[in-house]
Structures are given as structure tokens and as C-alpha cells.
């Protein structure tokens, strides 16, 4: 019941137990003393907590140390019964109240940046958005993971890269798969899957390279490519590292 690009809510961070050493070995706990899946899920329920569709990477604003944005990347599952298939971009404002007691010291404002699911964007927008970045220049690259069968099936676009503006929502794609690169002696296995290969930890390296413009570094996991030396050396799939410079 909350959802849609620009919807917004107030909330707060409550403390559960992932670690207690004295309690290894018991029900809700492994032998290293950390919650089971099952213990944190319970302590979900009774506190009221938000279920987030597949919660994936975090970064922080560079010019405001308490906001964040992170991505969900979404998918259809019980906890979410539809209702995020696209994947979502959140963006958080956090406040710490020091004179508060500690269960409501912490609280946020969370603000959808990027709801994949509105009607003017699914298959046509950001897509299963995994692993992103707000670089120093204020915009969020965020890195498509394909995590619904519908992926690409109506729109024909492969996996891409698009700059998100955080506060206006307006996303242009900057960077997309291109299936033709496969190395010399190396073979992709589903050249017409489209969304298996997949970019992935992207991060603004224009500082290190004194880089006019901006300067993005990430990798490509191609998980279909194979063959080659890849099955000589007993790897599993293959893959290359990237730059992306962008002109500011």
C-alpha cells in the first residue's frame, strides 16, 4: 500500500538481535551464536518492519553524510504478492535524536526515488536495479540484474546502466549490454536470453583519476559466456572490467 515514484514515509530504525555468543547452538540461533533467517524474520513480524523486495546495494550521498539510497531490486514473491516486480530505488534522510530513548533515537524519512512498477515505466524504465552509486556529481548509476522472467520482453532492451536523478526521478540509460562482445575461443550459450549478462559494482573513480567529466569503474558478469579457456582453467563464466567516462 506505499508505493509509486515521490511517495514518501516516516519511520524509524529499531535494534534486533543478529549476534548473541550465549545463546549458539539454541533454537533461532546457529553454532556461532548468529540469528537463523527464521529468528530475524520473527523479529520482523513483531516489530512491524517493512518488507523490502530483495534489498541490494547501499550508497551514501557524498555531500550529506545521513542520506543514502539503496536499491530493491524486486521480484515476485510471498512477501511481496506482486506488488514490486520492477524494483524500486529508495532514497533515506536519517535523523538521530540523541535525547531519545534508544528503540526511537533513530528515525528516517524514506523517499521513492524510482518505483519500476509505475505504469510509464516497467519493462520501458529502470529494471531490477542491483548495484548503484551517487557520484560526486549528484547523480545515482544504477546497474540493471534481471530478477523477473518478464525482463526485456517487451521493450527488446538488454541489461543497462542509467543515471538517476535522485530528486527530480528523471533516468536516461547511459550504458547497455552489448551481446556481440564475446572473446576469440569463448562462446555465449544464450546469445537471445536477453538480460543474462548483467553489470555489477559500479564506482565513481573520477577523484583517483583526475577525470574530466565523470569517471565510472564496474565489471560485466557475462554468466551464459563459456568455453575456451574459461573451461581450461576451470572457471566458471566469463567476464571483463570497464570504464565509463561521461561528460558532465
Request: net charge negative; glycine share 10%; hydrophobic share 35%.
Amino acid at each position: 500500500d506505499w508505493n509509486g515514484t515521490g511517495a514518501w514515509r516516516n519511520g524509524r530504525f529499531v535494534e534486533v538481535v543478529n549476534y548473541n555468543p550465549a545463546m549458539a547452538g539454541t533454537l533461532g540461533f546457529d553454532d556461532l551464536g548468529f540469528s537463523t533467517q527464521d529468528n530475524l524474520d520473527q523479529q520482523k513480524v513483531a516489530i512491524g518492519a517493512f518488507n523490502f523486495s530483495r534489498p541490494e546495494d547501499l550508497h551514501v550521498n557524498p555531500d550529506r553524510g545521513d542520506q543514502f539510497v539503496f536499491a530493491s531490486t524486486g521480484r515476485n514473491t510471498a512477501i511481496n504478492q506482486g506488488a514490486d516486480l520492477w524494483g524500486t530505488t529508495y532514497v533515506v534522510d536519517v535523523k538521530i535524536n540523541r535525547g531519545r530513548i534508544k528503540n526511537d533515537r533513530i528515525t528516517a524519512q524514506i523517499y521513492i526515488a524510482y518505483d519500476g512498477d509505475d505504469a510509464d515505466k516497467q519493462d520501458f524504465g529502470i529494471r531490477s536495479p542491483d548495484n548503484l552509486v551517487w557520484a560526486d556529481n549528484g547523480t545515482v548509476y544504477v546497474q540493471e540484474d534481471r530478477s523477473i522472467s518478464a525482463f526485456g520482453q517487451t521493450s527488446g532492451e538488454e541489461t543497462s546502466i542509467w543515471a538517476l536523478n535522485p530528486w527530480t526521478s528523471v533516468a536516461t540509460r547511459v550504458g547497455q549490454m552489448d551481446r556481440n562482445a564475446v572473446p576469440a575461443g569463448q562462446t555465449d550459450f544464450a546469445p537471445t536470453d536477453l538480460g543474462n549478462w548483467e553489470s555489477s559494482g559500479v564506482i565513481d573513480v573520477t577523484e583517483e583519476f583526475d577525470a574530466d567529466g565523470t569517471l565510472l569503474f564496474f565489471n560485466t558478469q557475462a554468466h551464459s559466456v563459456g568455453g575456451g579457456p574459461i573451461a581450461s582453467e576451470n572457471l566458471v563464466q566469463g567476464g571483463q572490467y570497464l570504464f565509463m567516462s561521461l561528460n558532465d
